[in-house]
């Protein structure tokens, strides 16, 4: 396998054993600008001493690394899980509340209690899921745990929706992955969306031109969270 771009560090990691955090946790999400499928978080937890070589962020691997590193990862790990959001609880929800719904599914399923999560970017789904929250920029590249969590929620992600391909052979989901392509373009316009399609999604109303399959919008509803 060969690893692509800057190798991420424990830097973030030791930052926050050093101020007296235990058990960090690591989160990463994927499937949010996809058009079909479930939303996925993946979350992570590191052990202090070992590591697997050719970690990196998800996006900077291929499929077929990403597939081959994936065992090692998960074996290395001393707790990890991916939480998913159907695509009909993305439609219900909207997309924050189905991020913190993926994100409390997984973290739920860590079997542990982290002290401290770590989370790419600014956006804050993970609070108050767990209980301290570190919000850093390109932490699925810098961040050791960070990495692992996105190539963990991209495999099993990946791996879902080449097995629903099988029934929805026209979006060609298993190259797709449900995100927008001209092949996925050209098949809503020639047979409307699928059972898996989000159906509040703006894509509706330019690319599904019957009209007996509208976009659906969703009601105001209170956040969950």
């Not at 899980?81 to 997309?95: H, I, R």
């Not at 719904?101 to 993970?126: E, H, M, N, Q, Y």
Request: overall charge neutral; glycine content about 8%.
């Amino acid at each position: 396998m060969a690893a692509r771009g800057r190798a991420p560090t424990r830097k973030i990691e030791q930052e926050l054993w050093a101020q007296g955090f235990e058990t960090i946790v690591g989160i990463d999400e994927v499937g949010r600008g996809a058009w079909a499928g479930p939303l996925m978080v993946g979350a992570a937890v590191l052990p202090r001493g070992k590591r697997v070589l050719g970690v990196r962020d998800s996006k900077m691997l291929t499929e077929r690394d990403r597939e081959a590193i994936f065992d090692r990862i998960a074996a290395w790990c001393v707790a990890w899980s991916v939480g998913a959001a159907s695509q009909d609880e993305c439609d219900e929800l909207g997309m924050a509340d189905a991020q913190r719904l993926a994100c409390r599914r997984a973290v739920d399923g860590l079997g542990i209690t982290p002290d401290i999560a770590v989370s790419d970017g600014k956006w804050d789904f993970v609070s108050p899921i767990v209980e301290h929250v570190e919000m850093r920029v390109k932490a699925d590249r810098d961040c050791l745990s960070v990495a692992a969590a996105s190539i963990l929620a991209k495999v099993v992600r990946d791996r879902q929706m080449r097995e629903l391909a099988e029934s929805y052979p026209h979006w060609s989901f298993d190259t797709n992955k449900g995100y927008p392509c001209p092949v996925h373009k050209y098949a809503l316009q020639g047979y409307g969306p699928s059972a898996i399609h989000r159906r509040t999604w703006v894509f509706m109303d330019n690319y599904v031109p019957w009209p007996g399959c509208p976009r659906t919008f969703r009601p105001e509803q209170p956040t969950l969270f």
